[in-house]
């Protein structure tokens, strides 16, 4: 496994500036300045044509001119030059560039068409580009400044990525004032080739890095994008800003969903999948980091607060509840000690107030009872300067009270000089000090979300039962007919098909467009009945009144027709034929009126979205919104966070609601989204839920002609690759089925791993393994489609166990390589299991684009070098190591 393909941007042995100068107020000038303040060791080269020497260098006229190889060029001329420059590097044989330079992309026709130039001949030699239009790139710890920053760059272990050079330099001037140190610094720009996603799968593994911070304004590739977040995320906390929140980037005005759901809180659902924590500001950004930093482990978010002053106690209770978090009720028996411990007028409640005059013992004990009360997750310490209290006493105190807690200490020293050197203690402590009571809240809020997100991206579900088939086929050949006619909006009818096609219940819907026709629809289907207005021209039928409820009579039906239809072509004069449908009156004394939609993001693709419903969905405003692919856990955390959740509880007179039919629908439209990528929009208002299910009532579909090349790349998320799924039959007559592993499987896996021999556990993991632990199993069944791929083989026989054998492989850091593992089952080898996951794991690689397939085999392994050599892989020895050898197949012949 060779080193990272992006390593040479942050390790590089060579560098060159073009462009570099010895005007103080150029570009130029501080790249080289900077290379030279950060001591930069290996070979520095400025390029200008103008100059025999720089800052007391030599300086060169062109990259063709210096005498050395160069792993990387900093690009620091006017846009126009820079295709020139691009060119001499791939004739030079460098493959990684950062382009300073501004004027591409972000200026209009003509810099878009010089970008793509620069692109056209970057692709022709290979070359990888950051930039255009950027800040640059810092290595602190290999003593590499590529930015135009002002001043040295703190070595530490936070990463930071910026979409904008401006902010890059805020946060970098803020952290310095904090002494605040940086791993790794990448400044985007125009981010042309090379985006976050790459970057932070670099990062993701990068030893230096223990923590994320970025700055995002907008994304290119979110497929891209979110496997980069999840990986990193899985390793290390990763926070983020974005910018632009209020834009509703996915709005459509024909839809319900449409006029809820924006650009921003399909953002938040995204980042919440990949496990990434949210701020909305730098301070937040780096108190996020101090608490996350921390390691920090909260299971929930019940907040405690020991104070001396009782307006900061209420100022933090007040800001808790405006940003979700809970406050820890006091346990009795923690109320009791606090009572034997403290002055009789204490506040007997959280916050734990014990009074302007507390001395250190005091605040000493109080955190000791609330360290050992658990209904606490984490306490937040504050000190008001007091005349009785000394601030560094206080401070030493709770830095020793904290030492051996597992639970967050959280601290805010409110003031100035009195309470400064209490404060410097907190910053070498375990103790994370904020400036004000509020933000250190924000900042037990970001852990919660932090923990939560983790869950969200960690958790293995429950093995849940299939869900009944759709028929993909049927559903699609009914949007393709309506395409066929020109039309985009689906009718009523045509949109309960389509749920109908994928289990979801719908009333009978029956299309008239004459008073008889509705007359005999309504003695077909058994009054009382419905009649709705059926046209694509109004979305929203109550708001023309096209709803009639309850009605009883071929009478009532026949006149509700005419009304109907002389009002609507009063109103609308060009309308010539007026078509409405005849619904059975769905009736249910338990029933609760929800909403489910999907909307298009232009980002992330299809977004779901989960409420109350009925007329007055736009103004409930009740709802929360995910990313598909969903499973039984999601849709779950989906549901509780809507006010809807605890609508479905029994209360009162109704009983409780089908909280798993409810489920499954949701699931259901997970499905139909993910495999029917013309629908556009989709609306189920209401969806009625009672005690014995669900019923969609009304529905409205939007499509679209699908261009897409390959299957789900309408999706941020790579759904389950059922395509991938084979059926064999073995040597001894059984059938089983070649699957890629889904969570679901993680307790089959487990059960795997246990009954395999301990030589055959050996040979697999290379080291003595009893059990695997959650976090193996975890990572073994949660992978990213994209990035690794995982086959078990697996069979209903009851002669043979239920996992016979499972193959994996993972892209290796240079992004064109892949490493596998394989193991059969004890009892089951010898049947040509490991040739069949062996052959299916280098046709899906290859597939993928990969060049070469390699693992590392021990040499006392006969049976797996026997199988790779039939396979047609070579084997080479692995210098200095006399028990492993590496085993590579060329998958471009």
């Not at 990213?784 to 002669?799: L, P, Q």
């Not at 190591?881 to 998958?891: A, F, H, M, P």
Request: proline content about 5%; charged content about 20%.
């Amino acid at each position: 496994m060779g080193p990272h393909y992006l390593n040479r941007f942050f390790t590089p042995k060579s560098v060159a500036i073009v462009g570099a100068s010895e005007r103080e107020e150029s570009v130029g000038y501080r790249l080289l300045l900077n290379m030279q303040e950060a001591g930069f060791k290996g070979g520095l080269y400025p390029v200008n044509h103008k100059r025999e020497t720089l800052l007391g260098l030599k300086a060169y006229p062109d990259l063709n001119a210096v005498p050395e190889d160069l792993d990387l060029v900093v690009i620091a001329t006017p846009a126009p030059s820079v295709p020139s420059v691009v060119r001499q590097c791939g004739e030079k044989g460098v493959t990684s560039v950062i382009i300073i330079s501004a004027g591409f992309g972000e200026l209009g026709a003509e810099g878009k068409r010089l970008q793509q130039e620069v692109l056209d001949i970057a692709r022709r030699y290979n070359i990888r580009i950051i930039g255009p239009n950027c800040l640059g790139v810092a290595r602190p710890s290999a003593q590499f400044n590529a930015t135009f920053g002002d001043g040295t760059i703190k070595d530490g272990n936070l990463a930071l990525l910026s979409q904008s050079g401006a902010v890059c330099t805020a946060i970098l001037d803020w952290a310095k004032s904090q002494d605040i140190g940086f791993s790794t610094v990448v400044s985007m720009g125009g981010a042309a080739d090379i985006d976050f996603g790459e970057v932070l799968d670099y990062l993701a593994t990068d030893g230096k890095t223990t923590g994320i911070l970025m700055y995002v304004e907008g994304i290119r590739d979110a497929r891209r994008f979110l496997s980069g977040l999840k990986a990193a995320a899985r390793l290390k906390p990763v926070i983020l800003i974005k910018s632009g929140r209020h834009e509703a980037g996915c709005k459509a005005a024909m839809s319900h969903t449409g006029a809820m759901v924006g650009g921003d809180n399909v953002f938040d659902a995204a980042i919440a999948r990949a496990g990434v924590v949210r701020a909305y500001s730098i301070n937040e950004l780096f108190s996020a980091a101090r608490v996350l930093a921390n390691n920090y482990v909260v299971k929930k978010d019940r907040l405690a607060i020991i104070t001396n002053a009782g307006g900061p106690g209420v100022m933090s209770t007040d800001r808790a509840e405006d940003v979700g978090i809970q406050m820890a009720e006091l346990s009795p028996a923690s109320i009791t000690a606090l009572d034997e411990v403290l002055p009789v007028h204490w506040s007997h409640a959280n916050p734990v107030d014990i009074l302007g005059d507390a001395t250190s013992e005091r605040y000493q004990k109080a955190l000791e009872i609330c360290l050992k009360d658990k209904n606490i997750d984490g306490i937040l310490v504050i000190l008001t300067p007091q005349a009785m209290t000394d601030p560094t006493q206080v401070a030493e105190c709770i830095i020793e009270g904290a030492k051996t807690s597992k639970k967050p200490v959280l601290a805010s020293w409110t003031g100035g000089a009195r309470v400064q050197e209490g404060r410097n203690l907190f910053d070498n402590s375990k103790v994370a000090h904020f400036s004000t009571p509020e933000v250190a809240v924000d900042a037990f809020g970001f852990l919660a979300s932090y923990t939560q997100n983790q869950i969200l991206l960690k958790q293995i579900p429950s093995p849940t039962d299939e869900l009944a088939t759709p028929d993909v086929t049927g559903a699609r050949l009914i949007i393709e007919r309506v395409l066929s006619e020109g039309r985009q909006v689906l009718t009523t009818q045509e949109s309960k098909a389509i749920l109908a096609a994928f289990h979801i219940p719908v009333t009978q819907t029956i299309k008239v467009s004459s008073a008889k026709d509705a007359m005999i629809a309504a003695e077909t289907l058994r009054f009382p009945v419905v009649l709705k207005v059926n046209m694509a021209e109004f979305s929203h039928k109550s708001d023309i009144g096209g709803v009639r409820l309850n009605i009883n009579s071929v009478q009532d039906i026949s006149r509700n027709f005419l009304e109907m239809e002389t009002a609507i072509k009063q109103k609308y004069p060009e309308i010539t034929e007026v078509g409405m449908t005849v619904e059975p009156m769905f009736t249910s004394p338990s029933g609760r009126e929800l909403m489910i939609g999907v909307v298009r993001d232009p980002v992330f693709g299809p977004a779901i979205s989960f409420g109350l419903g009925g007329t007055m969905v736009e103004i409930l405003q009740d709802n929360a919104v995910a990313l598909p692919p969903l499973n039984a856990y999601m849709v779950e955390q989906m549901i509780a966070k809507t006010k809807a959740a605890k609508y479905l509880d029994a209360f009162r007179h109704l009983p409780p609601a089908n909280k798993k039919a409810l489920v499954d629908a949701l699931l259901n439209i997970s499905t139909m989204v993910s495999e029917l990528p013309e629908i556009l929009e989709l609306d189920i208002n209401p969806l009625i839920v009672d005690e014995h299910g669900v019923m969609a009532v009304d529905a409205r579909i939007k499509a679209e002609t699908s261009h897409q090349l390959s299957p789900y790349s309408h999706m941020a998320i790579h759904p389950y690759p059922h395509e991938l799924i084979q059926h064999h039959l073995l040597t001894n007559g059984v059938n089983i089925t070649i699957r890629p592993i889904r969570p679901e499987d993680a307790g089959m896996e487990k059960d795997f791993v246990h009954r395999l021999s301990e030589r055959t556990k050996y040979f697999r993991f290379m080291q003595s393994l009893q059990e695997l632990t959650p976090e193996m199993v975890v990572r073994f069944t949660q992978i990213d489609y994209d990035r690794e791929m995982a086959f078990v083989a697996v069979t209903d026989d009851k002669s043979m166990p239920n996992e016979l054998g499972v193959g994996r492989y993972m892209v290796n850091p240079d992004g064109h390589s892949v490493e596998f593992a394989l193991v059969v089952a004890d009892d089951c080898q010898h049947l040509g299991i490991g040739t069949k996951l062996m052959k299916t794991l280098l046709q899906t690689a290859k597939a993928k684009g990969m060049s070469f397939f390699e693992g590392e085999v021990l040499a006392v392994n006969k049976p797996m070098l026997s199988l790779v050599t039939k396979l047609g892989f070579s084997i080479e020895s692995i210098a200095d190591d006399q028990e492993v050898v590496r085993v590579i197949k060329d998958l471009r012949k």
